[in-house]
Nanobody, 111 residues
Framework: QVRFVESGGGLVQPGRSLKLSCTIS????????LHWYRQAPGKKREMVAE???????NYVDSTKDRFTVSRDNSKNTMYLQMDSLEPEDTALYYC?????WGRGIQVTVST
């Protein structure tokens, strides 16, 4: 059975940082390209970052200078370090792997 455990979200002021984690069990984690997506209220879900099994990464333009995706295959865990957060980053963040979705974790950037 595949299980996602996402953590690290919350409320933060603009300019501050958060680090999200996503642990996926029940798959051969190391084989898969992994993704972080986000969906803001009233908007479509968008891909934020991806990381392949070798650690190569891609980002959406609005985050690539502020967000860093990484993975630890020994822990079946992917991370998203988010720096210089902006109110526009407020969204439900989802991790995706092996064609499956986590439940999502809320990130709110506000004064």
């Amino acid at each position: 059975q595949v299980r996602f455990v996402e953590s690290g979200g919350g409320l933060v002021q603009p300019g501050r940082s958060l680090k999200l984690s996503c642990t996926i069990s029940g798959i051969d984690f190391w084989k898969y390209i992994l993704h972080w997506y986000r969906q803001a209220p009233g908007k479509k879900r968008e891909m934020v970052a991806e990381i392949d099994p070798n650690g190569s990464t891609n980002y959406v333009d609005s985050t690539k200078d502020r967000f860093t995706v990484s993975r630890d295959n020994s822990k079946n865990t992917m991370y998203l370090q988010m720096d210089s957060l902006e109110p526009e980053d407020t969204a439900l963040y989802y991790c995706r792997g092996a064609g499956l979705w986590g439940r999502g974790i809320q990130v709110t950037v506000s004064t």
